[in-house]
């Protein structure tokens, strides 16, 4: 088992920038990859980007791609997405996730991940 314990979401002005952290508990030796995914009213959960829990380069969506940057402190066994430049279609409930099995290729779908946050609202007003 596995328990995510996301935080650091808000209200913020378009432009401005937001911090989430997501905790990680448990038997994280298993993990492989920890995703970040968000979800607007009425959308469907997409994938933001995600990062090798063992270390490495993280990979990005398209269209956060230059604006969030994922990074994971060792030491507390804890995962960041660092939002700069926040647009208003950015507002989302944002959910990390963790994938416990091995791929070559960075997860970036929903149903590759196996554990899940209870997600952070984030709201970027106009």
């Known amino acids: 088992q596995v328990q995510l314990d996301e935080s650091g979401g808000g209200l913020v002005q378009a432009g401005g920038s937001l911090r989430l952290s997501c905790a990680a508990s448990g038997r994280t030796f298993t993990i492989y990859t920890m995703g970040w995914f968000r979800q607007a009213p009425g959308k469907e959960r997409e994938f933001v980007g995600g990062i090798r829990w063992s270390g490495g380069s993280a990979y990005y969506a398209d269209s956060v791609k230059g604006r969030f940057t994922i990074s994971k402190d060792n030491a507390k066994t804890t995962v960041y997405l660092q939002m700069n430049s926040l647009k208003p279609e950015d507002t989302a409930v944002y959910y990390c996730?963790?994938?416990?099995?091995?791929?070559?290729?960075?997860?970036?779908?929903?149903?590759?991940?196996?554990?899940w946050g209870q997600g952070t609202q984030v709201t970027v007003s106009s």
């Open positions: 996730a963790a994938d416990l099995h091995w791929s070559s290729a960075g997860p970036r779908s929903r149903s590759d991940y196996d554990y």
